[in-house]
Nanobody, 120 residues
Framework: VQLQASGGGLVQAGGSLRLSCAAS????????MGWFRQAPGKEREFVAA???????KYTDSLKGRFTISRDNAKNTVYLQMNSLKPEDTAVYFC???????????????WGQGTQVTVSS
């Protein structure tokens, strides 16, 4: 599976962004799709994941502000981010796994990342 993330940018605090991750490969629908983020000087951290049956996992601190969804017909997974805060500034990565997992070592395929910057 090859993944291409997009949709990042500069937004003011309180604003919204929707990230997209387009996947190629005929087995896309077999995978759990996840989002991670990495802020400067910090470890890459789990954000959200979504199985093909639409089971989800979120980092507790982001529940209610971030929503993951997927369009299997378009081979695309989305991350809707609302009420953005400066601390959400990071490079956001999409990834694919065979498990509904929250640790990055369970994800076998990664996109290139898209920068999200939230100004105060």
């Amino acid at each position: 599976v090859q993944l291409q993330a997009s949709g990042g940018g500069l937004v003011q605090a309180g604003g919204s962004l929707r990230l997209s991750c387009a996947a190629s490969g005929s087995t896309y629908n077999n995978y759990v799709m996840g989002w991670f983020r990495q802020a400067p000087g910090k470890e890459r951290e789990f954000v959200a994941a979504l199985s093909r049956s639409h089971s989800t996992k979120y980092t507790d601190s982001l529940k209610g502000r971030f929503t993951i969804s997927r369009d299997n017909a378009k081979n695309t997974v989305y991350l809707q981010m609302n009420s953005l805060k400066p601390e959400d500034t990071a490079v956001y990565f999409c990834a694919a796994s065979t498990l509904l997992a929250i640790t990055k070592d369970r994800y076998h395929y990664w996109g290139q990342g898209t920068q999200v910057t939230v100004s105060s």
